[in-house]
C-alpha cells in the first residue's frame, strides 16, 4: 500500500486530512452562529443571509472558486489586506485549500445544524430563563447539549465534503504537490498519466477508507449522545 | 402582594385587566382562548404587553409609563409549566438545582422527591414531572409562583395523588401562587382568591367561595360546573353507615364515606345543579341533607335555567332550577326555603383540606 500510493500519494492524503480537519474546525463556530440566527431569529435581511449561505451549495464550484481567487488571492481586496496585516497568505498555498473547503462544507453544516436548533422546545429555553439563567447560560447548558447531535452531524458531513472539495480548490489554489494538492486533484492528474492506475486505486480506496471511517464514528458518537440528552 | 394591570392586543384577540391578588392561591379561571397564559407569559416577562404595569411586592416588573421591562431571569418568578419542561439531558437532581437550592431540603421533602433524584425526566411519570417542575420553580427562591394548568396534562388518578402535595404547598409557603386552571374542583380546593377571565377581560373577582357561590358566575364556568364552596369542619363519624358528618354554619352534612380528622376543616365543593329547592321541609324522601336557607338572588340564564343564590348561616350557596320550577314555586329574594342536597353529589374530587 505504502509502495502503491508513493510519496506524493501520501503527501496528497496527509495535505487532505489537515485541510479538511482544519476547514471543519474554522467553520463550525460560524456555521453554529448562522444556523441559531436562522433558526430563532426574525430580523431584516434573514433571506439575505440565508442565500448567502446556501450560495456555495447552488453556483458552480468553479465560479466560488474564481470568487474566492478574486476576492482572497495576493491582488484581491481581502487577500492583500490579511497579507499587509497579518502576513497571512492564502492565494496558492494549503491555507486557501481550507478555505475553499471550509466555503464549500458551510451550507451543508448550517443545514444540519439548522435542523437540530429548530427541533429544540423553544419552552425549555423560556423555562430556563425563568429559572434565572442568562441568554449565554440558557445556550451553554440547555440548548447546545440538546443540539450536540446535530453539530456532530453537521461536522461530520463539513468533514466530508471538505475531504472531497474538487472544483473550488483547484481554481483557487491549483493543485500543487505537496502545497495544495489533495486527493481529488492528486487522482485527476494522475488520471492524466498513462500507467497510474495502481496509485489511482490506492487513493480511491483511502479516500472511502476516510469516508467511511468519518461516517462510523459519528454514528457510533450520535448513538451515545442521544442517549445522554434522553431521547 | 400582585398587581398586574396590562392591555395587549394579539390580532383579533385582546387582553385587558386590572387584578390585585393577594396571598394565597389566586386562581385565573377561563375557557381556553380566554387570554390566561398571555396574563402569566407578561407577568414571567416571557410575552411584553402593549402598556400597563406589573408589581410584585415592592418590584416593579413592568410599566410601560417608566419604561421598566425586567428581563425574565431577573424577575424571580417560578413558573410550572402545564408541559412540565425538564430538561431531558439532566437528571431530576440537576434539574431541581439549576435555577439555585434554596430550601432545597425542605421543597424535596414536602413534594416527595427523594426517591426521583437521580433518575432522568424521559423516565417520569406525568405527576412526578410535575412535581419536579414545581420544586425546580420554588429552589429559585421565587418571590410569586406561576401554575399554568399543571394538571392538566394528567388523568384523574395522577390529579388525585399531586393535589395534596399543592394544599401542603399552599399551608406550607409564603410565596403567592397564581394558578391557571379551567377546571372548577381544582380551583375549589386550591384557590382563595378567584378571578374568571371571559374574552380577555375580568369578568369577576373575588374571594374563591364568594365568586364560585354567585349566580352571576354560572353561565361563565358552564352550568354543569357551577357550584358553591363551603368550608367545613369535620364533626363526627358514622362508621355503620359509612357517613362522614361535616358541620358548617348553614347546619350539618352527611357524606359518603370516611374522610379527614374529627375536627379537621375540609372544603367542599356543592355542584349547583345537585341542589334541589323546597318551599315546605320535605318528608319521606331519601335524601339525607335538608338545609333551612334564604334566598339571596334570582338570576335567569339564556337558556331554561336560572340560577338561584342562597344564604344559610354564614355561607352562600348556589342551586340551578328550571325556569318553570322557579316560576311555579313564586320564588323571590328573602323567602325562606329548603335546600336538598343529595349526599352522593359531592364527589371525591370535590373535597380538599
Known amino acids: ?231 | 402582594m400582585l398587581r398586574i394591570c396590562v392591555q395587549k392586543t394579539q390580532g383579533q384577540f385582546g387582553l385587558d385587566v386590572d387584578i390585585n391578588a393577594p396571598a394565597g392561591v389566586t386562581a385565573i379561571f377561563g375557557r381556553s382562548g380566554s387570554g390566561k397564559t398571555t396574563l402569566v407569559n407578561a407577568i414571567a416577562g416571557l410575552s411584553r404587553p402593549d402598556s400597563g404595569k406589573i408589581v410584585v411586592g415592592e418590584t416593579v416588573l413592568f410599566d410601560s409609563a417608566a419604561r421598566v421591562n425586567l428581563p425574565p431571569p431577573l424577575r424571580r418568578v417560578g413558573y410550572v409549566f402545564q408541559d412540565a419542561r425538564l430538561f431531558p439531558h439532566m437528571s431530576v437532581r440537576r434539574n431541581l438545582t439549576y435555577g439555585g437550592d434554596h430550601d432545597a431540603a425542605h421543597v424535596i421533602d414536602i413534594l416527595g422527591l427523594e426517591p426521583l433524584l437521580d433518575r432522568r425526566p424521559a423516565g417520569l411519570s406525568g405527576g412526578e414531572r410535575q412535581r419536579v417542575a414545581l420544586g425546580r420553580a420554588l429552589m429559585c427562591d421565587p418571590q410569586i409562583l406561576l401554575m399554568d394548568e399543571p394538571l392538566a396534562a394528567l388523568d384523574a388518578p395522577r390529579k388525585a395523588e399531586i393535589l395534596p402535595y399543592f394544599e401542603r404547598l399552599r399551608d406550607e409557603t409564603r410565596v403567592p401562587i397564581i394558578y391557571v386552571s379551567h377546571d372548577v374542583s381544582e380551583v375549589a380546593r386550591l384557590a382563595t382568591t378567584l378571578v374568571v377571565l371571559d374574552e380577555g377581560k375580568v369578568a369577576i373577582s373575588g374571594p374563591v367561595g364568594q365568586v364560585l357561590s354567585s349566580p352571576e358566575v354560572v353561565p361563565l364556568l358552564g352550568t354543569r360546573t357551577a357550584g358553591a364552596v363551603i368550608v367545613t369542619r369535620v364533626a363526627g363519624r358514622f362508621l355503620d353507615d359509612d357517613l362522614t358528618e361535616l358541620q358548617f354554619s348553614g347546619g350539618r352534612l352527611l357524606m359518603p364515606g370516611q374522610f379527614g380528622e374529627i375536627g379537621q376543616s375540609l372544603r367542599i365543593r356543592i355542584p349547583a345543579q345537585d341542589v334541589i329547592l323546597a318551599r315546605e321541609a320535605p318528608t319521606g324522601m331519601s335524601a339525607l341533607n335538608v338545609l333551612p336557607v334564604t334566598i339571596t338572588e334570582v338570576r335567569p340564564g339564556r337558556g331554561p335555567g336560572v340560577a338561584v343564590g342562597l344564604r344559610a348561616g354564614d355561607d352562600q350557596l348556589l342551586a340551578r332550577v328550571t325556569r318553570r320550577s322557579a316560576g311555579r314555586m313564586e320564588l323571590a329574594v328573602g323567602q325562606q326555603i329548603y335546600a336538598i342536597i343529595k349526599a352522593t353529589a359531592v364527589g371525591p374530587e370535590d373535597i380538599g383540606g
Open chain 1, 1 to 231: 500500500m505504502m509502495d502503491l500510493l508513493g510519496p506524493s500519494g501520501w503527501a496528497a492524503i496527509m495535505l487532505s486530512l489537515r485541510v479538511a480537519v482544519v476547514a471543519m474546525i474554522c467553520a463550525l463556530p460560524l456555521a453554529i452562529g448562522a444556523a441559531y440566527l436562522l433558526a430563532r431569529k426574525r430580523f431584516f435581511g434573514r433571506q439575505l443571509l440565508n442565500g448567502i449561505v446556501h450560495l456555495p451549495l447552488v453556483l458552480p464550484p468553479v465560479v466560488t472558486g474564481y470568487l474566492l481567487l478574486v476576492t482572497f488571492g495576493k491582488q484581491g481586496p481581502i487577500g492583500s489586506f490579511l497579507e499587509q496585516v497579518f502576513g497571512i497568505s492564502l492565494g496558492f498555498r494549503w491555507t486557501g485549500a481550507a478555505l475553499a473547503a471550509a466555503v464549500m462544507a458551510f451550507p451543508l453544516m448550517v443545514r444540519a445544524i439548522r435542523l437540530g436548533i429548530e427541533a429544540v422546545d423553544p419552552g425549555l429555553e423560556d423555562a430556563a430563563a425563568t429559572l434565572g439563567a442568562s441568554r449565554t447560560r440558557v445556550f451553554m447548558t440547555v440548548t447546545l447539549p440538546l443540539i450536540l447531535p446535530s453539530i456532530l452531524a453537521g461536522a461530520v458531513l463539513g468533514f466530508a465534503k471538505a475531504l472531497g472539495e474538487f472544483g473550488a480548490t483547484i481554481t483557487f489554489v491549483a493543485a500543487i504537490p505537496g502545497q495544495t494538492q489533495t486527493i481529488p486533484s492528486a487522482i485527476y492528474g494522475l488520471l492524466q498519466v498513462p500507467g497510474s492506475e495502481p496509485a489511482v486505486l490506492g487513493l480511491v480506496t483511502v479516500a472511502i477508507i476516510l469516508a467511511m471511517g468519518a461516517l462510523l464514528i459519528s454514528e457510533w458518537l450520535s448513538h451515545r449522545m442521544a442517549r445522554r440528552v434522553g431521547r
